[in-house]
């Protein structure tokens, strides 16, 4: 797992954006982070490393040379930041963002290149578009993950599992020609954003659908992603589905999003395909539920790539 002090410090302590997710989800996985480089067991079996910032070859993989650039000189406009909405805005922010890309395509290495499951602990910053950011993402990490892991990595295909309450949209349009790349993206059709992209696979979900219709129409998801062939799993775990997030309106409970996950470890596991996890949204009241769901998450993460998760029950 990737972290860096910077994703909460990163951004600045009035904003409106809830930073202190970072910090805290780190201190409840403490009693799992193992101190040696071999995780001796279940209870210390979660390594983090601290990601350098990415290169500059990297983001291009998904975004505008003009828009990266103008983003790196610090001379992106108000309007510009403003759709962005980690305001107020910091110096910090070039590093943090740096480093928060950083994370996701170490993390994607380290999955190509061992297996099993590995997560940055930030990110999942599927509103940002080739050329503009939105939606708390600057640049897109799932995007350029997957173009990284087909680029360079020698990966064949790759699938985006997209189960954040709101539109997977940025990482949409951006894979939009690239046929190795299958974007699914599971939402409630009245979020954020308004104006949805198409991705390869949209299962839209009315307001207040709750635990079952929500795993059902996970259920559906991994099985267009794994008739992909995929040969890695970029999954997008946003945990704002919960029921009192104050900005999904889907009121899944927090077993329902175990289950979720437990169905996405299952699979992937079971079908040997590496997993990358993007930590996505979570805006809880109050935000220890948030909290708990994402600490929820990745210590299902660390029990299922210890071959001890647990088979969920049947949805259906
Ligand atoms: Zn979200």
Redesign the pocket.
């Known amino acids: 797992m990737w972290y860096h002090p910077l994703y909460t410090g990163g951004i600045h302590p009035d904003a409106r954006f809830p930073r202190d997710r970072y910090i805290r989800v780190l201190e409840r996985l403490t009693p799992f982070i193992s101190k040696s480089e071999e995780p001796a067991d279940l209870e210390a079996s979660i390594r983090i490393s601290n990601p350098k910032p990415i290169k500059r070859e990297h983001l291009l993989l998904a975004h505008d040379a003009e828009y990266v650039d103008r983003f790196l000189a610090g001379s992106l406009t108000e309007k510009e930041i403003r759709r962005i909405g980690l305001t107020p805005w910091t110096d910090d922010m070039i590093q943090r963002t740096l480093l928060l890309m950083g994370g996701a395509v170490e993390a994607t290495e380290h999955a190509v290149q061992f297996g099993g499951i590995s997560a940055n602990m930030a990110g999942g910053t599927h509103h940002a578009h080739r050329a503009f950011g939105s939606g708390y993402c600057v640049f897109n990490d799932l995007a350029v993950s997957a173009l990284h892991a087909l680029n360079n990595l020698n990966v064949g295909r790759v699938a985006v599992l997209d189960l ?3 539109q997977g949209d940025g990482t949409a349009t951006a894979l939009q020609h690239v046929q190795e790349a299958l974007t699914v993206s599971v939402h409630c059709d009245v979020n954020f954003p308004f104006r949805k992209s198409i991705s390869d696979h949209d299962l839209p979900l009315a307001a207040e659908s709750g635990d079952m219709l929500y795993l059902e129409a996970v259920e559906e998801a991994l099985d267009l992603c794994f008739n992909h062939q995929p040969e890695l799993l970029l999954f997008q775990a ?1 945990v ?1 589905a919960l029921t009192t997030d104050a ?2 309106k889907l009121n899944v409970s927090r077993l329902g999003m175990k289950q979720r996950n437990d169905m996405v470890f299952e699979r992937a596991t079971k079908l040997k395909v590496p997993v990358v996890v993007f930590m ?2 979570g805006y809880a009241k109050p935000l220890d539920h948030t909290i708990d769901a994402f600490e929820d998450l990745f210590t299902q993460a660390a029990q299922w790539s210890m071959g001890q998760g647990s088979t969920p029950p049947h949805v259906r």
């Open positions: 954040d309450v709101h946003g704002d900005l999904g996505g949204g």
